[in-house]
């Protein structure tokens, strides 16, 4: 795959000039029950598996910690029927970090799997697209196809934390750590972020629900769900054009990346992103 050009500043390597971080993938849930059909618009094999799993991810060094995503709880895994491995919050403890002293997270976008919890981040700044508070919150969500993916509770909670000074708003890209920034690029949500991260094996992007699998990047075969497929498909470019390579590139729900990445000991479920890939 030819990747675009890419600006002075983005070709800046990590080495050297921007710090490094160790980012981590935590898995939490899992939904065994979708196939293709299911899953992309254009299916090559309608019937074949492609299992979804559900992650928060988590960046930390440099005095800094930053949760991307904070996933669903259990009783909204009873409702949607997805299987609850674990709280996102104990996997976030499993590797030291404290919610409650987090300072920083970041909400890739507000639909129920990604933005549940807040409560158990009481110090915490929630770095969301303006974008995306304005559709949530917007004439779309009157009807039932658009908000299906939202979860009314987490909407209204993003409201109040809006009205206790706790959202940081953005309109693009915006960078919230030294070397750490993120960007809008819609698409799959209207205000759908991803995050890029400099690592020891270089550009990392955290692409969230821009790409749920490497299959939809790499075979450029959109997800189901999605506000603008023209703003999907551009995403895909921002994710290649931030990323030094396709494996820097971390989809939003791939099974695959907890078997490819080197999981922390004695936690399967949480791997290291920041390492290199097994194969
Ligand atoms: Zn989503
Ligand atoms: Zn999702």
Not at 72 to 100: K, M, T
Not at 119 to 140: K, L, S, W
Not at 177 to 191: D, R
Request: hydrophobic share 40%.
């Amino acid at each position: 795959m030819t990747r675009p050009a890419m600006t002075t500043s983005t070709m800046t390597t990590p080495t050297g000039t921007a710090p490094q971080y160790e980012v981590f993938a935590l898995r939490y849930a899992h939904f065994a029950d979708r196939t293709q059909g299911s899953n992309l618009i254009f299916p090559d094999d309608h019937a074949a598996p492609m299992p979804l799993d559900f992650f928060v991810w988590a960046v930390r060094g440099h005095g800094r910690t930053i949760v991307l995503d904070t996933g669903f709880d259990a009783a909204s895994a009873v409702r949607r029927n997805r299987v609850w491995l674990r709280s996102p919050i104990d996997a976030l403890r499993g590797i030291g970090i404290a919610p409650e002293t987090v300072e920083d997270v970041v909400i890739s976008h507000m639909h129920w799997d990604h933005a549940g919890n807040w409560a158990d981040f009481p110090r915490a700044r929630f770095h969301v697209q303006e974008a995306e508070m304005a559709y949530c919150t917007g004439r779309c969500m009157c009807h039932e196809p658009m908000r299906r993916p939202f979860d009314v509770e987490h909407v209204t909670q993003a409201v109040r934390h809006v009205f206790a000074e706790r959202v940081a708003f953005h309109a693009g890209t915006a960078e919230i750590a030294p070397g750490i920034t993120l960007h809008l690029v819609g698409g799959h949500s209207k205000g759908q972020q991803i995050l890029r991260v400099p690592t020891a094996r270089g550009w990392v992007v955290l692409a969230s629900d821009a790409t749920h699998f490497w299959h939809n990047i790499r075979a450029r075969s959109p997800f189901v769900l999605l506000h603008s497929l023209e703003d999907m498909i551009e995403g895909w470019l921002t994710c290649e054009r931030l990323a030094d390579g396709p494996d820097h590139i971390i989809p939003g729900h791939d099974p695959a990346v907890l078997r490819r990445f080197p999981a922390v000991a004695g936690d399967a479920d949480t791997v290291r992103l920041d390492l290199p890939p097994a194969d």
